[in-house]
């Protein structure tokens, strides 16, 4: 197993290695790198059939079963990505890290893209570490100790048109610490994002608006950003508690098509600044 960062602060590229075979030995490594580099790519892999994805995620843990699935469809946790000319909102088109408006939001995500467009599709990510480590002392303070309120109705209900009588348990919303600790790595992440994350705790509306604001828009800087141009069957598997990402869609007409698998996490952790 060789290890290439594609930058000093995000995102690495694993080579010689057969994501088909995975060993607990491979997995054990591929997570270290994960907890540095928060996102790890794998190109010229096999194309993964529903149980070889599915199996290759229970190496790291339970498998998350998405909320937003409709309750007529098979819980495998298997999620189709597709994208085409008859697509009208393309998912993850906006910053954001999986599922957040969980109580237990998923940790890893896995997708192999099956068929890629001729150009563009690119994906970015963002390190939480980096957001986090480039506030101000003054910043961190003010942090320390807040939560958020992130709810999956607005993008739901006026992206992407999921009525909520047919969510299991309709439009769901979670509390979470703005600055979470890593549970493997240890390390403080910010932990909101524009997608779900609708207000902070404890604050005046006009002040809440305007920190979050900044703070997602911090989140979003491109000196903290890897991008990730796809290959056919190409795999990429990051973790939702320390990166946000972000799938441009700027291939209409084209098609993009792949298979998402994620795994289960606990409640994140609240970070405190005395644990520095």
Known sequence: MKVIPLTPIIGAEIIDVDLTQPTRKLIKEVENVLFEYSVVFFRDQPMLSRNQHIELAKLFG??????????????????SVHTDHNTKVAV?????????????????????????????????????????????????????????????????????NIKEESL???????????????????????YVNREFTEELIGLPPEEGKALLE???????RADFHCRFKWSKNAIALWDNRSAQHFAIWDYWPNTRRGYRVAVRGGPPEMWKSTQV
């Not at 079963?65 to 999620?79: I, K, N, R, T, W």
């Not at 957040?100 to 896995?110: C, F, G, N, Q």
């Not at 299991?168 to 910010?190: C, F, Q, T, W």
Request: charged share 20%; with cysteine; proline share 9%.
């Open 214 to 220: 900044f703070l997602f828009s911090h989140a979003e």
């Open 62 to 79: 339970p498998i998350h079963m998405h909320p937003g699935v409709p309750l007529d469809e098979q819980h495998s946790g298997y999620l």
């Open 168 to 190: 299991e348990d309709g439009y769901s919303e979670a509390i979470h610490p703005v600055v979470l600790r890593h549970h493997g790595s240890g390390k403080p992440a910010l």
């Open 92 to 160: 993850g088109n906006r910053w954001h890290s999986d599922v957040t408006h969980e109580k237990e939001p998923p940790y890893i995500s896995i997708l192999q893209n099956h068929e890629i467009p001729p150009a563009g599709g690119d994906t970015l990510f963002s390190s939480m570490y980096a957001a986090y480590q480039a506030f101000s002392p003054r910043m961190k303070l003010l942090l320390d100790g807040l939560t958020a309120r992130h709810s999956c109705e607005q993008p739901y209900k006026n992206i992407f």
